[in-house]
């Protein structure tokens, strides 16, 4: 189809997410490869987005697309209640990932779903409803999914949070606690949590959710002792940690999920995007031995039509294969030792639009700023401004797709770019920071 067609047929029929739909000008692709992707016009654009955070190992894996093709020819589609090879191989991989004793999954379509019936089993398990998460997450788009979200999503649709409950977590550029240190920050963060689960009522609390690393709220690796000190108060009090390893997961930190480096096991996993990479809807819920028994004589209410779907389970046992094979997970690591995180210090270095840069692996936010005394954002909380998408056409008109997000630029590309790509990447950052620097004051 000519792009122009794709453009108008989208204008005129396709409703699209957290959009005002007379505002949007989507962007027309035809065609995708590794980390490059291609629009209407025929220019290449190198995706330092991995779309939402989601194609870890890049655009049209031949491996990947080979077995989809193959499942595909196979057993496309059978109901949730049948025992199917890709289906029984994806869930066996999964729990091989997880730490031991969390050996079942639940599969869902994504990760709002995944987080959903996390929060049940939570809730079943404990016999208890109240859920606490952080302000500064995300926790996908359905009802309660959005209700424990804690970013400007939720604010149009918190009518219905029955028993959710919001705190703060630990982010030293900004803390809610005057700290200094990540050291104060972490301890005043965990003070704060346990104040928060004892005037909310232990005993009404079923689970604790944290995203293991915050991601499109800012990727912000929680300090050294938070994730055990959150485990040791959920032991204290029985309440169930959910890891929310939806974007974090599936080696985007450099390791297979980032709770592991906070050396904890949670009690349910809830995964998504990173599983097989996007290129079929999957996601789910990796569930510990106790929580799973809570349910062998016991009928879990709840259930998808797609629950654990052939063609995309297929796509997930071909994507942990070849992230294995081709040490995707390590590949990542490195990229975060040798290339991003000295890349990026120096581009902090060299902008003063740059109030800080933090992350990990291939997952990294710049946070740009006005005024670097101050710290007052370059994009106030929960909008946009001119200076910042002045930021992201350069980065584009030069031939890089950027996550954005307020004034933040998220480095996340796919975990097995090249280095020469990698490198290319950050010099487009580096000139397009031009333009944020001249909005410092
Ligand atoms: N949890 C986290 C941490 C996420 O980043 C997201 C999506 O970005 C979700 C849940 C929701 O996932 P989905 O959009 O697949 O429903």
Known sequence: MDPSRIYELDRQHVFHSWSAQAQIKPMVVTRAEGSRVWDGDGKDYLDFSSQLVYTNIGHQHPKVIEAIQRQAAALCTMAPGTAVESRSEAARLIAEQAPDGLEKVFFTNGGADAVEHAIRMARLHTGRTKVLSCYRSYHGGTHLAVNVTGDPRRWASDNGSAGTVHFFGPFLYRSAFNATTEEEECDRALAHLEQVIALEGPGNIAAVILESIPGTAGIMPPPPGYLAGVRELCDKHGIVYIADEVMAGFGRSGRWFGFEHGDVVPDLITFAKGVNSGYVPLGGVIIDDAIAATFDD?????????????????????????????????????????????????????????????????????????DPATREPLAPYGASSDAMNAVVAAMKSDGLLPFANYNRIHVVPPLNISDEDAHRGLEIIDRALETADAAVS
């Open 298 to 370: 016991r009928v879990y209410p709840g259930g998808l039509t797609y629950s654990g779907h052939p063609l995309a389970c297929g796509a997930a046992v071909a994507t942990i294969e070849t992230m294995r094979e081709e040490q995707i997970v390590e590949n990542a690591a490195r990229l975060g030792v040798e290339i991003f995180g000295p890349g990026l210090a120096k581009i902090a270095e060299a902008h003063p639009s740059v109030g800080e840069v933090r992350g990990m692996g291939a997952f990294w936010a710049i946070e740009l700023v006005r």
